[in-house]
């Protein structure tokens, strides 16, 4: 007996059925970028040399949202902050085609780029809450709750010794962080806000995250460090007062 092949499914149909397959997984690689640039992690690019040689302008970093969220802000660690009031210079509208703006939204949802950077900052967290922070040193460091510190991180002009260009005496408020840049005399920082809302201190609730991955140039990426061993003998606030 001669058997009888199956119909061929119309290609049209089999074009309909991968298409419909290609849209359920980009659907849901679109869902998980969403969901993990929401509550874990995203990119922001430097969009000034405040941080250099640490980071470069235009350099991207991959932000840990968990902090502050579930973990908490550490000494040392390199931060991403919505701008506190005043910190950044007001910005005439900038005007974008469509193309360029559903571009930017397409490469947002899968952290590649992040629209809202030039509304943050980055700095690194110098001053926990309750903590009193000073400049300077008769060697010219900052000090942290009675202890001098001696910072790696820190970039100053030539001929320079000391870690700020001007003298300040500070204690942190609660809820807020004392924050400056690696660049140090060229970071407006909370040695120069004083006059702003908040005094120059960073509401621990307007920290996005904590900068922990350099990602962008390959040929500068690496890990970044909130170098423990700078603030391994800086006492706590409650132990210091």
Sequence with gaps: MTEVAPPRRPLLRSFLYFLRDVLVIFGIAILVSFLVKTFLVRSFFIPSASMEQTLMIDDRVIVNELVPKAVAVDHGDIVVFKDPG??????????????????????????????????????????????????????????????????????????????????????????????????????????????????????????????FVLSWPMSHWGWLSNYPEVFADVPDATIAK
């Design 86 to 211: 005043g910190w950044l210079p007001a910005r005439p509208p900038v005007e974008v085609t469509g193309i360029q703006a559903g571009t930017e939204w397409v490469l947002s949802l899968f952290g590649l780029a992040s629209p809202d950077s030039n509304d943050h900052l980055i700095k690194r967290v110098i001053g926990l809450p309750g903590d009193t922070v000073e400049c300077c040193s008769a060697d010219g460091k900052i000090i942290v709750n009675g202890v001098p510190i001696s910072e790696p991180y820190i970039t100053v002009p030539a001929g320079e010794t000391r870690a700020s260009a001007i003298d300040f005496n500070v204690t942190v408020p609660e809820g807020s962080l004392f924050v400056m840049g690696d660049n140090r005399y060229n970071s407006k920082d909370s040695r120069y806000n004083t006059d702003k809302p908040g005094g120059g201190f960073v509401g621990i609730d307007n920290v996005v995250g904590r900068a």
